[in-house]
T-cell receptor, first 111, second 118 residues
């Protein structure tokens, strides 16, 4: 198992703007997942991108993966107040890997 | 989507008592469940992996006699914090693995249990 490292640790943007957060990891992966955690709640799975994919979309979310740089980015377009949360990436070396979470990115959407 | 139910959502207990937290997968069978704990403003720390019908696998530094995990069925895993002390106060979260295909795997999380030990 490996832990992803999210960057930045905290991000504040105006509502309506786009938010970009990054994830770096150390060893090759089978897939990389992004999760969101609202304060005091469990995590919600957002999107999964496989190692042979470079980009994936889901609604206002866009995830990219660069396996040569061992990095991924999560873009949230047209941010809303409800997007205020912590975001975690989870690089998995294989499908049975346990998920070790990093510190995450705390996103705050300003009204 | 798959639902994981965790309860209680909040529990306050006296020091020395034991607390049981339940985690149920409501509409799918979960052969593997994971237990995490989270301190305020910190990340989730994996405590143990719970496999149905077998002993849990604990992460380094987690006392197995302190945190008893039972995964007796494909839809239920329980975490019992034995002889709880104030330092055990934390947010405990369970998750279950949903496997849909050879390369598609996600975790679904319960809503967490806030444990406060007085």
């Amino acid at each position: 198992s490996q832990q992803g490292e999210e960057d930045p640790q905290a991000l504040s943007i105006q509502e309506g703007e786009n938010a970009t957060m990054n994830c770096s990891y150390k060893t090759s992966i089978n897939n990389l997942q992004w999760y969101r955690q609202n304060s005091g709640r469990g995590l919600v799975h957002l999107i999964l991108i496989r190692s042979n994919e470079r980009e994936k979309h889901s609604g206002r979310l866009r995830v990219t993966l660069d396996t040569s740089k061992k990095s991924s980015s999560l873009l949230i377009t047209a941010s809303r107040a409800a997007d205020t949360a912590s975001y975690f990436c989870a690089p998995l070396m294989n499908r049975d890997d346990k998920i070790i979470f990093g510190k995450g990115t705390r996103l705050h959407i300003l009204p | 989507g798959a639902v994981v139910s965790q309860h209680p959502s909040r529990v306050i207990c006296k020091s020395g008592t034991s607390v049981k937290i339940e985690c149920r997968s409501l509409d799918f069978q979960a052969t593997t469940m994971f237990w995490y704990r989270q301190f305020p403003k910190q990340s989730l720390m994996l405590m143990a992996t719970s496999n149905e019908g077998s002993k849990a696998t604990y992460e380094q530094g987690v006392e197995k006699d302190k945190f008893l995990i039972n995964h007796a069925s494909l839809t239920l895993s329980t975490l019992t914090v034995t002889s709880a002390h104030p330092e055990d106060s934390s947010f405990y979260i369970c998750s279950a693995r949903l496997v849909r295909g050879a390369a598609d795997e996600k975790l679904f999380f319960g809503s967490g249990t806030q444990l406060s030990v007085l």
